[in-house]
Every structure is written in C-alpha cells, then in structure tokens.
C-alpha cells in the first residue's frame, strides 16, 4: 500500500536554529507532493507544493523543500526558524494514477523555544 | 481567496444521535473531501466527492455516510454516533489536480 512516512513525530528547536523535516513517500511512479502546516487553533494551509520542473520549491513564511526522486523524499527545510513557526506539519503525495486522493503523512509537531 | 466554511466549531452530542456536519465552499471546486484528525494518526479520509452526487469511499468509512446534492455543499452523516467518532473533522475542497483547501475543522464530542 502506498504510505507517506514523516520521520519525527515531535520537534523542539531553538529560535534560529535550523529545521529539516523528513518525508519519505512509497510510490513508484508520478507524483505531486505537498507540505501543509497546522498553527494552533487554525485550520491546515497549504506551505508549498512541487508537480514538476525544479525539485527544489520554495514556500510562504521562507520554508523550501527539495524533492530528491531517487530517494522518494521531500524534506522540508528552513535555515532559521522563529517562535512563530509552532505548529503541525504534514506532508502529503498525490500519486498521479490515483486522480483524487492524498496520502497523508502522520505530521509532526514542531516546538520553538523562544 | 477560497473560502471552505464547516458549520460548526464545536459540536457535543450523545451516542446514537445522528449528526450532520455540513461543509461549503465557495470557489466551484469539483473535488470535496471529508477527513477525521487524530493525535498521532494525521489526517484518514473517510469520504470524498469528484462530482455532484458522486461519492467515493475513503480509508474510514465505516459508520459515516455523505451527501453531495449541490456542487458547493458537501455534507457529512454519523448515522448513529458512537464514542469513538470524538475526533476533529475536516472539510477540504480543491479543484482537480490541485491543492486541497480546508476549512476550520469541526470537533466533535460524543458522549
């Protein structure tokens, strides 16, 4: 079965420090993937996406992502995180056969310490 | 900006009632989705809809139903409610091969 895997399920950071977050994704053909981030007591917004060109997307808030394809993953990083950045992370894999569905990964909490 | 509006934030209902969450959306968007959120277990589709009353099972259907009588409104059934359907329910519409958007999520009680 088709499985998005999110490696830490919990993050503590300092502000500044710097933030990668892994997703692995198992699925061999065409896929779009996504990053979406959940603030506390707000409703899930879309952070960046990739579908095609080049794997290294950028998104709101200076969060970036590269898709490595032979490793079926996209981390997403950020080089200096803020207080502000205290949230839900998930990110998802439409496989292109699939037409409709997202493949959820389990999200990760990330803590910033101010 | 697209607008996906749940009925209700907060919801506290008794087991066997039935209940309906209502969602729409604004933007004339072809798919809508219904997810339940857990803690560890992220978002598990229960029900979604390419069309008007076209419906497709999820990963968790099971004790839900829906109705997609108007493209807009995408509204989901716990026919009798039970205690474990407490969870967060999240609506989502996007148009196809899109980016899905949510709405502000309903958590539901049942006691």
């Known amino acids: 079965a088709q499985s998005v895997s999110q490696h830490n399920h919990h993050v503590i950071l300092s502000e500044a420090a710097s933030l990668e977050l892994g997703c692995n994704y198992s699925?061999?053909?065409?896929?779009?993937l996504f990053w979406y981030v959940q603030y506390p007591g707000q409703h899930l917004q879309l952070l960046l996406k990739?579908?095609?060109?080049d794997p290294l997307v950028k998104g709101i808030k200076g969060f970036e992502a590269e898709f490595i394809k032979s490793k079926f993953s996209f981390n997403l990083r950020k080089p200096s995180v803020q207080w502000s950045d205290t949230a839900e992370y998930f990110c998802?894999?439409?496989?292109?056969?699939?037409?409709?569905?997202?493949?959820w990964g389990a999200g990760t909490k990330l803590i910033i310490k101010p | 900006d697209v607008k996906v509006t749940q009925s209700s934030r907060y919801l506290v209902k008794r087991t066997g009632e039935k209940v309906f969450l209502e969602c729409v959306q604004d933007?004339?968007?072809?798919?809508m989705f219904w997810y339940r959120q857990d803690p560890g277990l992220g978002l598990r589709l229960i029900y979604f809809?390419?069309?008007?009353?076209?419906?497709e099972k999820g990963d968790i259907p099971e004790g839900y139903s829906v109705s997609r009588e108007k493209k807009e409104r995408f509204s989901l059934i716990l026919e009798s409610a039970s205690t474990n359907q407490t969870s967060m329910y999240l609506c989502?519409?996007?148009?196809?091969?899109?980016?899905?958007?949510f709405g502000p999520g309903t958590r539901l009680t049942v006691l």
């Open positions: 998802a894999v439409t496989p292109m056969d699939s037409n409709y569905q997202l493949i």
């Open positions: 699925y061999g053909g065409t896929v779009n």
């Open positions: 990739y579908f095609s060109g």
């Open positions: 933007m004339d968007h072809e798919n």
């Open positions: 809809s390419y069309d008007v009353k076209m419906k």
């Open positions: 989502a519409s996007r148009p196809v091969y899109n980016e899905q958007f």
